[in-house]
Structure formats: C-alpha cells, structure tokens
C-alpha cells in the first residue's frame, strides 16, 4: 500500500462517518415525527421538504441572501478585528492583560442584551452585523494568539540574530506559523457569525432574512415552514465552514498532509 493510499484512508473514513451520521439523524427524526412525539409538533421530513419546495426560492433566496451578506460582513469585521488585536499582543505584550480581559468580556456579556441598545442606537442592520462579528471575535482572537505563539524558537532566534524586531519576526515566521490554528478558529467562527446575524434579525428593526422569516413562521404556527428556514439556517452555517476549510486547504496544504498521515 502507497503512502498516499494510506493518507486517504483516514479522510476516507472521516467522509464516511459524516454521512452515516447524517444518514442515522434523519432516520431518528423521521422516527420521532412517526411517533407523534412532542404532541406531533415534529413534522416528517419528507413534509418539510415538500414545503420547501413549494415556498420556492422566491422565499428562501431574498432571505438567505439578506442574511449571507449580514453573517459576512460582522465574519470580516470581528475577525480583522480579533487577528488586529492578536497581532498587537505580539508587537506590544505589555496589552495582553487588557486585551484578555476586553476578548473575555465580550464573550460573557450576554449580547442579546446589547442587540437592543445597539437597535436604538444605529438601527437598521447594524445589530445583526454588530452580533454576527462579536460572536466570533473571542474564537478567533484566542486562536490567532496561539498560533502567533506557536513559531518555532530557532526561527525566532535566528531573525533576531540577524538584527530583526518583533515585527520582522511577527511577518516572517509567526504570521506563517499563526495559520493553521487561525483558520481552525474561522472555522468555527463561520456558523458563529451565521448563529449571530440571525439572532440580530430576531431583535426587529429589519424586514427581511432567514430570521425575520422564521419569526413569521413561527408567529403564523407553520410548523413545517419553521423548520424550513432552520434548515436554511444550517445550510448557511455549514456553507461558511465549507468555504473556510476549502480556503485553508489552498493556503495552508501542509496541514492536510499532517491530518493525512
């Protein structure tokens, strides 16, 4: 057996285990509709299939679209922000203490508590990109500090023996060290932005993405229609992950080769 066929086995296998595990919740849900579990509020998932269809995409794609764009947007904003504040630690370590301290703040602060001032303040979509970037900033923050300080010392060493800063170690070994565990946290950071934009349309002040839609559905018990835009919902989250992953694999192909041995 080459090496390369003793790679893909472990990719093979993950592949395989992600569609049994897809293949055995739409069985256990299929099963808990037939059972008239929950007061047979669990619709089949052949009923809420049907309806998607016929809601189309004249439903389903004005709000996914409206919400793609406001997940995309608090995606740039709060991970500029989080690998900005990252790097800063590295140039200036005498600002971690505080920037710890800001990063776990926002991660304790209950931010639907903010969603609201933030409404009153600014208003239109701004709470939904506002919650989309503060839902993964602390992800990505921690992660991009790890991977900055994962660089390997001698490489270290050998800049600052050549007279070298810590700026020129920060671009020409940490950056390059800093990818692998930065795109791990984009990885999760992705659905975080999707969970975030959604929670900002259920605040109100907009009229329009999958969260304004599902409150509708909600308001209007259609059941069926609900867990609709829920799928939609993880079809975006799962869609940013997908795109993420596919763009760590172009930058950083070193990683897969490790995750294949």
């Known amino acids: 057996m080459s090496v390369a066929t ?15 595990g897809v293949v055995v919740l739409i069985a256990l849900w299929w099963a ?29 794609g004005p709000n996914f679209q409206v919400t793609a764009i406001g997940a995309l947007q608090g995606f740039l904003w709060g991970n500029v922000l989080a690998i900005g504040i990252a790097a800063l630690i590295m140039l200036v370590p005498r600002i971690e203490p505080l920037a710890t301290q800001l990063a776990i703040l926002s991660y ?11 409404l009153v303040v600014f208003g239109g979509r701004t709470p939904t990109v506002f919650l989309a ?3 993964c900033f602390f992800t990505t923050m921690v992660g991009a500090v790890s ?30 060290a800093a990818l692998p565990n930065t795109f791990a946290a984009l990885k999760i ?6 969970l975030g934009a959604i929670i900002g349309e259920y605040l109100g002040g907009v009229d329009s993405g999958i969260g ?16 609709g835009m ?5 079809a975006l989250a799962g869609l940013g992950y997908l795109l993420v992953a596919g763009a760590a694999r172009l930058i950083t192909p070193w990683t897969t080769v490790e995750e294949g041995r």
Do not use: H, K
Request: net charge positive; aromatic share 8%.
């Open 133 to 135: 970037a503060m839902y």
């Open 212 to 227: 304004v839609a599902l409150t509708a559905a909600q308001t209007a018990y259609n059941v069926p229609r609900t867990w």
């Open 32 to 60: 808990l509709a037939a059972a008239g579990t929950a007061g047979g509020t669990i619709p089949s998932p052949w009923r809420v299939l049907s309806t998607m269809w016929s809601d189309g995409w004249g439903l389903y």
């Open 108 to 118: 304790c602060t209950p931010l639907v508590a903010l969603g609201p001032i933030i």
């Open 189 to 194: 950071a992705a659905p975080s932005a999707v």
């Open 147 to 176: 991977g900055l300080r994962s660089a390997d010392p001698a490489s270290l060493d050998l800049v600052r023996a050549y007279g070298g800063g810590r700026w020129q170690q920060l671009y020409r070994v940490r950056a390059i």
């Open 230 to 234: 829920a799928i939609a919902a993880a």
């Open 6 to 20: 003793t790679r893909r086995i472990p990719a093979d296998m993950g592949r395989a285990a992600g569609a049994l």
